[in-house]
């Protein structure tokens, strides 16, 4: 496993930009796949995007695309996610989660998680 932590979050007017970053521990960082999920109060944790342990790969939940990005940089051992034209409804605690082979949309195939860090986005 890795430990992970996220920073980044803030409160931000609709519209605005956050980039979020996701730093971990441990050298095998770059062979694992990396999540970003959100969990809104009341709701489920949901899936926002995934990348491969190379960064080949790429996925997002329909609701994200075109305004989120999924980067890696191996070589610093961190995930960003560049999130833009946020909406209201992006409102949640984000935690990002890596993984050797998970299912992207599947929370618990992903053993290690962040703390998460808030967004809240103001109408």
């Known amino acids: 496993q890795v430990q992970l932590v996220e920073s980044g979050g803030g409160l931000v007017q609709a519209g605005g930009s956050l980039r979020l970053s996701c730093a971990a521990s441990g050298r095998t960082f770059s062979s694992y796949a990396v999540g970003w999920f959100r969990q809104a109060p009341g709701k489920e944790r949901e899936f926002v995007a995934g990348i491969t342990w190379s960064g080949s790969n790429k996925a997002y939940t329909d609701s994200v695309k075109g305004r989120f990005t999924i980067s890696r940089d191996n070589a610093k051992n961190s995930v960003f996610l560049q999130m833009n034209s946020l909406k209201p409804e992006d409102t949640a605690v984000y935690y990002c989660?890596?993984?050797?082979?998970?299912?992207?949309?599947?929370?618990?195939?992903?053993?290690?998680w962040g703390q998460g860090t808030q967004v809240t986005v103001s109408s």
């Open positions: 989660a890596a993984e050797r082979s998970a299912a992207w949309n599947i929370p618990t195939t992903w053993g290690s």
